[in-house]
């Protein structure tokens, strides 16, 4: 008889996972709370602008390659993908600085800074390479539920040249003095895991893939990946059901046999919980959590955030497509974030401006801005604090433009913890997972198996391999792995 798999919800994990098994024979069944796919990376539309929700940098093209040609198919087949050049824009307090996608040139920005910085900057990705190919190789993909998982000759013997014991910002400073150069190669976990003076040096993979790999974007936006996801999915068989909350689960002999939600239960031999994970266990109740409430709230986050979605109804000079604003203190931002949470007090942030690449996401003469400001979470985002925020990231912004931009806005809507909650019951309103300190990694994190349901499993950004689209990408299709071996 066909064995039948419940995937809940459908994000990138939970469609890698879907597809992954239906590939395999089952009949996969997705359950979605929102009224499209795509989980955080959804999309909307409005008066003529396109707006991606949530990810907005397509980092790890090799990634997303990977995953298509596992099952037959090729990127350029469902978007078109182009690399940015500058990757992106960094404004500093005195200068801004284009980062060139061509290695050679920002070489010779680095020697321009620092001498010897360009020889110091090949070592160090060389470096950044062999972590990015072990750890994509020989850690990421693994599902790590034990430890003999990593006993092997090439991970064992690469122990130190991962650098799991050194953190990011010394392995940085080890080679650079330039606070610049230093930001640069740090940003990527400031933004997207924990301060690189807690975060292992492993992740200068981050850099390499940055650097190396380089920007990229998806015409039409980073919802193209969703779209192609779920015709893949579509095209295996898996069925999509939107508007179908998980409410809770039907238990008996320690197995879950069906799904309950508002149009009744929903029965399954396996069950694949995409959705937060905190969230799942709350459904689950006291008596199937893997995990209590001390422990989630001992855990480290990744930052929360806050974001607007702005409709310019003319051109904003002095932007790329990606605009990193690091005119104040970095490392202040990062305390605000990790060691003493609360609202920044001079923050960073981000822009987005993707119709400078992409004329399909804001009307002729337009400007469509995506503004992020990384916070902590759990913290209270009444309206009037986003207020506060959106004034002080535009002085910062039109002072940099060059002009007004406030008074052209014909668009805008905000979003922070509450949303996350809201539409994804996001645990302390969390935007991206668990922070990628060395005491949640690998085996330390939260477990893709159920410890006391037989038949239950976790995929996403809270469990193996962490944040990120590409890792989530990856954590769907490891699950999968194990539940084919449960079923095999």
């Known amino acids: 008889m066909e064995k039948r798999i419940i995937v809940i919800g459908s994000g990138f994990a939970s469609m890698a996972a879907a597809t992954s098994l239906a590939d395999k024979g089952y009949k996969v069944v997705v359950l979605e709370k929102n009224d499209q796919a795509g989980g955080r990376a959804r999309q909307f539309k409005t008066s003529g602008f396109t707006f991606d929700m949530g990810p907005s940098w397509y980092w790890m093209p090799d990634v997303f390659e990977?995953?298509?040609?596992?099952?037959?198919?090729?990127?350029?087949?469902?978007?078109?993908?182009?690399?940015?050049?500058?990757?992106?824009?960094?404004?500093?307090?005195?200068?801004?600085?284009?980062?060139?996608?061509?290695?050679?040139?920002?070489?010779?920005?680095?020697?321009?800074?620092?001498?010897?910085?360009?020889?110091?900057?090949?070592?160090?990705?060389?470096?950044?390479?062999?972590?990015?190919?072990?750890?994509?190789?020989?850690l990421v993909h693994k599902p790590s539920r034990s430890i003999l998982e990593f006993a092997n000759w090439k991970v064992i013997s690469g122990v130190f040249k991962m650098q799991l014991f050194r953190s990011l910002s010394a392995h940085v400073k080890h080679y650079f003095k330039d606070d610049k150069i230093r930001q640069l190669l740090e940003f990527p976990v400031l933004f997207l895991g924990a301060e690189p003076s807690k975060t292992p040096a492993l992740y200068s993979l981050m850099n390499y893939a940055d650097i190396v790999l380089g920007t990229w974007y998806p015409q039409g936006g980073m919802h193209e990946i969703v779209k192609a996801m779920k015709k893949l999915a579509e095209d295996k068989g898996v069925e999509f059901r939107m508007q179908s909350e998980v409410k809770?689960?039907?238990?008996?002999?320690?197995?879950?046999?069906?799904?309950?939600?508002?149009?009744?239960?929903?029965?399954?031999?396996?069950?694949?919980?995409?959705?937060?994970?905190?969230?799942?266990?709350?459904?689950?109740?006291?008596?199937?959590?893997?995990?209590?409430?001390?422990?989630?709230?001992?855990?480290?986050?990744?930052?929360?955030?806050?974001?607007?979605?702005?409709?310019?109804?003319?051109?904003?000079?002095?932007?790329?497509?990606?605009?990193?604003?690091?005119?104040?203190?970095?490392?202040?931002?990062?305390?605000?974030?990790?060691?003493?949470?609360?609202?920044?007090?001079?923050?960073?942030?981000?822009?987005?401006?993707?119709?400078?690449?992409?004329?399909?996401?804001?009307?002729?003469?337009?400007?469509?801005?995506?503004?992020?400001?990384?916070?902590?979470?759990?913290?209270?985002?009444?309206?009037?604090?986003?207020?506060?925020?959106?004034?002080?990231?535009?002085?910062?912004?039109?002072?940099?433009?060059?002009?007004?931009?406030?008074?052209?806005?014909?668009?805008k809507r905000s979003y922070a913890h509450s949303d996350f909650k809201s539409d994804y019951h996001a645990y302390k309103g969390n935007a991206y997972g668990l922070a990628n300190t060395l005491r949640q990694t690998a085996i330390l994190k939260p477990s893709l198996k159920s410890k006391k349901l037989k038949n239950f499993y976790y995929t996403g950004q809270l469990t193996t391999p962490g944040p990120g689209v590409p890792p989530s990408l990856i954590s769907g299709q490891v699950v999968a792995k194990e539940v084919i071996k449960q079923l095999s």
């Open 66 to 138: 990977n995953y298509f040609q596992k099952f037959g198919k090729e990127i350029k087949e469902h978007y078109q993908l182009d690399r940015l050049d500058p990757s992106y824009k960094i404004f500093f307090e005195d200068e801004e600085w284009n980062i060139p996608a061509n290695l050679e040139e920002l070489k010779a920005d680095f020697e321009k800074r620092e001498k010897g910085s360009a020889v110091k900057l090949d070592k160090f990705l060389k470096e950044a390479e062999y972590k990015y190919r072990v750890g994509m190789d020989d």
């Open 248 to 411: 809770g689960f039907e238990i008996e002999d320690s197995k879950i046999i069906a799904a309950r939600t508002d149009s009744g239960n929903i029965e399954a031999d396996i069950f694949v919980s995409g959705a937060d994970y905190h969230h799942t266990e709350e459904l689950l109740g006291d008596d199937f959590r893997n995990y209590d409430e001390q422990y989630w709230d001992s855990r480290k986050m990744a930052p929360s955030s806050l974001l607007f979605y702005l409709g310019i109804d003319r051109k904003v000079d002095n932007l790329l497509h990606h605009n990193l604003f690091f005119d104040e203190d970095f490392d202040q931002h990062a305390k605000e974030i990790y060691d003493q949470p609360d609202w920044p007090s001079k923050p960073l942030f981000y822009v987005s401006a993707p119709s400078k690449t992409d004329k399909t996401v804001a009307p002729e003469g337009c400007e469509n801005l995506f503004l992020l400001m990384p916070v902590a979470p759990n913290l209270k985002d009444d309206e009037s604090m986003r207020e506060k925020y959106y004034e002080m990231m535009m002085d910062r912004l039109e002072a940099r433009c060059g002009h007004k931009i406030r008074e052209h806005v014909i668009y």
